[in-house]
């Protein structure tokens, strides 16, 4: 049996829901958009563009002649914080809110476009003061709070470049990221709150550019936030609002070239260097600005967004400080964890704000299924109508219960796939026009092409599994890695000629929708067959007992590899639950009775925690290392790492089956 066989023959929900007549009336997407983007791609992207405000008009779309290294709109010119701010106010929505600040500790702050635009101003005038010019780098390493944004807004508005490390990262890491980009100026904060705590986040600035380690920058910007107390260089660090205090509220943005550089963000690959990916101005903005309207059907004048995502990813990215201010939308940025104070925290949210569209990950919602619908419950939800998943596949059971406890079984869920590369959603349904099936992202958004192929870069057909590549360039597409063309060209253009590799597997069902299996190095390989991690998973999820389960592959002697899972057992089941011994038995045949016999887990490990980035990602590596019973590797970027010790701990003990 070949191993396309194997995953064509996996199982796949059928279901299907139709949006309601009422909502696709007044969608923003109607249906010719499938149409009209076909009919001429480029045409179609440059009227996109054209809905920003340019300060000089591009004449060329798309410049593909040095391919891998694309140029959209190469001869505009542009300010991405004139089109995220000014322009919403001198259009009149100057009074419309930008953003609803909710602290973890239970204090607000609210932002109307013109409040941002003024702090941005200040903010940008700061950067002046200190010397940034366009094209220098400025590191932010900050908690989820509105001077994270007002930072990124003031960088790019005055052309330079930020580089966000996200504020669980370790000094180390944020050293080497200031590092590979040479940062002139950090902007941090004392700290902020976090599971009720006051959370530092000064002192691994501190450490990072201790001892000359990075001799590039030459101030550390400080917002205060929490009020702790922080150790003073007083050669580097200014507080930030002693510094907004002095400056200027006036500043003119400028245009700068539609390929000037936007942004770095680090994301991590198969090697152990994070690579820098490289955005730039005017596609980004593009696509940014059109998926956040489409895909989340967003009516500026009346929603009230939410992503719950923190900006050190490019979600926050691109779906909370870009996309939405582009649109001129209004929305919920919130600082801490869901569980704080308790579980009910962002239901409570979203019924203070009528949070009318919300964008989170499926960790998440299997976080909160968990728990159980009893405390959502006690929330008014009724404001949803639109609901965002991204990150990784979700699974129908999660699908579903998102569906019906958060979207009250009448928001249409958008499963959007994408990647730090992409720059933008690239997969998903649009809301009131495609019939969604939960578990699947569906189709490419109009205006990008993809492509499912084999192991020699042939198309495979609907039934069958393969790699996602894209074929087409498209405007938010990574520009490169930041100091390395040749790594841009090996990692994504070299596996498969002429197209992006994603790294990815996927499948199309029978109507040509497509199924995320998870990256291929997650696709384990059984006696020759290919699996997924995520179906077998999905699998698991699905027998009542099961809360959350993880799955990879283990080498085998016999096999190559073997299926090895992870599984956190339903509390509200637990009496209901026998031996150990039991539940493993009855778990291998559940998954063998879903999938196939090929797909019985060999082993069953049943664990209290699973290892998690702060990102929500599970560390399959880590548990790989448990399943092929070495050492567990570097736990530095678990977002709790005594996890790891919990397993092996318990495995130790002799308690698993
Ligand atoms: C995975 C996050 C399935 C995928 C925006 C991708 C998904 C990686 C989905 C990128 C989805 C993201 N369904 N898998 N809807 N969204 N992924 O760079 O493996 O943090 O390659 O970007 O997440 O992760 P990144």
Known sequence: ??????????????????????????????????????????????????????????????????????????????????????????????????????????????????????????AANVLLKLGVTAGDRVAIYMPMIPEAIIAMQAVVRIGAVHSVVFGGFSADSLASRIQDAEAKVVITADGGFRKGKASALK????????????????????????????????????????????????????????????????????????????????????????????????????????????????????????????????????????DSPDWGRWWDIVQKYHVSILYTAPTAIRSFMKIGSSVTKHYDLSSIRVLGSVGESINPEAWMWYREVIGSSKAPIVDTWWQTETGAIMVSPLPGITHTKPGSAQVAIPGIEISVVND???????GHGGYLTITEPWPSMLRGIWGDPERFKETYWSRFEGKYFAGDGAKLDEDGDLWLLGRVDDVMNVSGHRLSTTEIESALVSHPFVAEAAVVGAKDETTGQAVVAFVILRRSQLDHI????????????????????????????????????????????????????????????????????????????????
């Open 203 to 338: 002192p691994a600035v501190d450490e990072a550019i201790a001892d000359g380690k990075c001799p590039s920058v030459t101030n550390v910007l400080v917002v205060k936030r929490t009020g702790q107390d922080v150790a003073w260089n007083s050669s580097l660090d200014l507080w930030w609002d002693e510094e907004m205090h002095v400056v200027e509220n006036e500043h003119v943005a400028q245009g700068f070239n539609a390929e000037h550089p936007l942004f770095i963000l680090y994301t991590s690959g198969t090697t152990g260097k994070p690579k820098g990916i490289l955005h730039t101005t005017g596609g980004y903005l593009t696509q940014a600005a059109f998926t956040h309207k489409n895909v989340f059907d967003l009516h500026a004048a009346q929603d009230i967004y939410w992503c719950t995502a923190d900006v050190g990813w490019i979600t926050g990215h691109s779906y909370v400080a870009y996309g939405p201010l582009a649109n001129g939308a209004t929305q919920v940025i919130y600082e801490g964890t869901p």
């Open 456 to 462: 020699e870069g042939q198309e495979i057909q609907a």
């Open 578 to 657: 026998g031996s150990e011994a039991d539940t493993s038995k009855i778990l291998r045949e559940h998954v063998a009775k879903e999938i196939g016999a090929i797909a019985k887990p060999r082993t069953i490990f049943v664990v209290a925690e699973l290892p998690k980035t702060r990102s929500g990602k599970i560390m399959r590596r880590l548990l790989r290392d448990v399943a092929e019973d070495r050492p567990i590797g570097d736990v530095t970027t678990l977002a709790d790492t005594s996890v790891m010790d919990t397993i092996t701990g318990r495995l130790n003990d002799g308690a698993s089956d």
């Open 1 to 122: 049996m070949s191993s396309e066989h194997e995953i064509e023959n996996l199982s796949h929900e059928s279901r299907s829901f139709a949006p309601s007549a009422e909502f696709s009336k007044s969608a923003i997407a109607q249906p010719n958009i499938y149409q009209d983007s076909k009919a001429n791609r480029l045409e179609f992207w440059a009227d996109r563009a054209r809905e920003l405000d340019w300060s000089k008009p591009f004449t060329q779309t798309l410049d593909w002649s040095n391919a891998p290294f694309a140029k959209w709109f190469a001869d505009g010119e542009l300010n991405v914080s004139y089109n995220c701010l000014d322009r919403h106010v001198e259009a009149g929505f100057g009074k419309r809110v930008a953003l609803f600040f909710e602290g973890e500790p239970g204090d607000t702050k609210v932002y109307t476009y013109l409040d941002l635009l003024i702090e941005v101003k200040k």
